[in-house]
């Protein structure tokens, strides 16, 4: 194979390899919520637990799933959450292995998602700095 058609074949594999990344992390985090949502019958994990975000690693070993809390007002609680929902990893992945037909099941691990706390905050930080720069500079963005 010369050198040329090796790139052409690796860039595809590449992209092969993206998909099924983010088709798996897609499938772990419709699960994931449906279960949580659905079949937990934990009082600690509550019923406003959302799954923000998946991410698959590329041998499938592990899925690091981030989810947030309603009901989880300081870190005391989220860190409960995360050790409830961590604590129940062997039923997500057995759950989730009864769901599909893949070789190996991504071994979840719960982290709680602080951007959706962090977020408006953060928002807020850059209006005021930006705010801060149009008034020193006598311009407007935004």
Do not use: C
């Amino acid at each position: 194979m010369t050198p040329k058609k090796w790139r052409a074949s690796y860039s595809v594999l590449m992209q092969l390899a993206m998909s099924r990344d983010l088709k798996i992390a897609d499938f772990v985090r419709d699960e994931v919520a449906r279960i949580i949502q659905l079949e937990m019958r934990d009082p600690r994990v509550g019923g406003f637990v959302s799954v923000n975000d998946v991410r698959v690693s590329r041998d499938l070993s592990y899925a690091d799933i981030y989810v947030s809390s309603l009901q989880a007002n300081d870190a005391e609680e989220r860190d409960a959450l995360i050790k409830v929902l961590n604590g129940a990893a062997g039923y997500f992945r057995s759950t989730l292995a009864k769901r599909h037909n893949m070789r190996t099941t991504p071994k979840p691990r719960f982290h709680y998602d602080r951007l959706v706390e962090e977020g408006p905050r953060i928002e807020k930080l850059i209006s005021t700095a930006l705010q801060q720069s149009s008034d020193e500079d006598g311009t407007s963005h935004g």
